[in-house]
């Protein structure tokens, strides 16, 4: 009570990480440098707002620093959360269920960043990553699942994979130079302040849509699929999170515009992609606003059309009551070509210095099956974070959101048949909204390394009111280097 607030954080750190690596023991049965741009700098520089992957930069901020200009670039992470949750009322349960009885798991991702500068404007970019553990329950029974990290297969843990492969160029549009921070797709620090970026080649779509300075990073933000992502952007993705296609950028102090082609996976939630091209394709779209009215600000309008080998709930019904399965099963729908669309706004608005608000609103047309994220097809977020600088803890800090989704007519009550999707069905459903609220806060050890605990109660899990609530309580440690 009487140390110093440094001392205060730091003892309680190695508390909870003495506390972290007990479980993680006792629970792992469970289971030359050309930094010259062809543009002339005629202004000085300054910084701009970009959006992009919430990737940290600053050598503070990294054990290793990476704010020099180089041709290579070498960084990594390791991001581990342990997350559990006692049991809950549960009259029934099905195959895809969240587990009722006490439960308990960690999950580890590591990441190797390598980039290399080929062209003054051009570099190349590779990211090798491991998952290793598991969810809770699998991965399924929620459609807001609580460690963002968890890849639904479990097949697929243990071993090393890429990530990332591809390359990125820059158009300028303008003289103008400004200063930005550089990443491991990204490794020049003056762009011009107009212009044109384009990527191609194996990446995650949300690393360029969909980002949100509150809500977006798994490491050292929120944990929860609600809080992280529109959980209604079925973006194009394998089990792991990943694409290969390509995505075009305009960017200025305060306009953004991205346009986004990718493949589609074969199967839904699957790891191969499909090649059939002429059918089977995703585009998004995204306009970004930036302003300022009392503080800086920022909105997002997204647009998504997937063409994919997908089932039609309704379809899937229609053959149950006509006689034709014994449940409904929409994976017997499945029809190269059909289509699934949304929308997404996505803003934030500083409040005051180290206060920032932020909310998401998505919906989906909820016919075609859900393909790639999770189920959900429409959803409302709201949230806050606050840097810790009120108590002198400049690089901690502590936020709070809550999240409510809902399913489409023909989808309920294709889950109330017994259908599975796959990720929910529980064999019966008496439907409600899934809500939810979590609350993290991050603390900073020492350069790139940060812990932290983290709190979710989720109400109607799998949107089912016969069961739940269902607290979730996570302690997550990081390493940036």
């Known amino acids: ?47 701009t707002p970009s959006d992009g992957p919430p990737v940290s930069t600053s050598g503070f901020y ?26 809950f009322h549960s009259p029934y ?18 990441s190797l960043y390598l980039g290399y500068q080929l062209l003054p404007s051009t570099n190349a970019f590779f990211t090798l990553e491991r998952f290793d553990g598991a969810g809770l329950s699998k991965g399924v029974g929620m459609a807001g699942l609580p460690d963002l990290d968890v890849v639904r297969n479990p097949a697929l843990g243990g071993q090393f994979y890429i990530a990332r492969l591809g390359l990125h160029t820059v158009i300028p549009l303008t ?9 491991p797709t990204q490794l020049l620090d003056q762009l011009p302040e107009k212009r ?27 944990m929860n699929w609600d809080m992280d992502n529109d959980t209604t952007y079925d973006f194009p993705a394998d089990t792991r999170g990943y694409t290969i296609g390509a995505a075009i950028e305009y960017k200025s102090p305060n306009w953004e515009a991205r346009f986004l082609e990718a493949m589609m996976p074969r199967n839904a939630n699957g790891q191969s992609m499909d ?20 503080r800086p600000g920022t909105i997002r309008f997204l647009v998504f059309d997937n063409h994919a080998r997908m089932g039609n709930y309704q379809q899937a019904i229609s053959d149950y009551v006509a006689g034709m399965t014994s449940t409904p ?72 959101a809550v999240a409510s989704d809902g399913l489409s007519s023909s989808h309920r009550e294709y889950l109330a048949l017994g259908g599975l999707g796959f990720e929910l069905g529980d064999g019966a459903l008496n439907y409600g909204r899934e809500n939810l609220i979590e609350l993290y806060y991050t603390c900073h050890l020492w350069k790139g390394a940060y812990i932290g605990p ?28």
């Open 1 to 47: 009570m009487f140390l110093r607030r440094d001392y205060q954080c730091v003892l309680a750190s190695i508390v909870v990480m003495w506390l972290y690596y007990g479980m993680f023991s006792a629970f792992a049965a469970d289971e030359d440098t050309d930094t010259k741009n062809p543009i002339v700098l005629d202004t000085p520089p300054a910084a």
């Open 62 to 87: 990294n054990m290793f620093n990476h704010s020099t200009p180089s041709k290579f670039w070498i960084s990594g992470q390791s991001n581990a959360i342990f997350q559990y949750h006692p049991s």
């Open 93 to 110: 349960s099905g195959s895809n269920s969240f587990t009722a009885t006490p439960e308990h798991k960690i999950s580890v991702v590591d």
């Open 175 to 183: 003289h103008k130079m400004v200063s930005v921070d550089r990443s």
């Open 196 to 222: 044109l970026e384009i990527s191609a080649g194996k990446f995650s779509a949300v690393d360029y849509l969909n980002y949100n300075t509150v809500g977006s990073d798994v490491h050292k933000q929120f």
């Open 275 to 294: 090649w059939d091209l002429t059918q089977n394709h995703s585009e998004t779209y995204e306009l970004v606003r930036h302003y300022k009215l009392f």
């Open 329 to 400: 099963n929409i994976t017997l729908t499945a029809k190269s070509g059909r289509e699934k669309y949304g929308f997404g706004i996505n803003m934030e608005q500083e409040i005051k210095d180290g206060l920032t608000v932020f909310t998401r609103l998505g919906w989906n047309d909820g016919h075609s099956e859900t393909f790639t994220y999770t189920e959900t097809n429409n959803t409302v977020v709201l949230g806050a974070a606050l840097q810790g600088k009120r108590w002198h803890r400049p690089d901690d800090k502590i936020a709070v």
């Open 454 to 481: 983290d709190f979710q109660l989720v109400k109607n899990p799998g949107y089912n009111k016969d069961r739940g609530p269902v607290p979730i309580i996570s302690f997550r440690l990081h390493v940036d280097w």
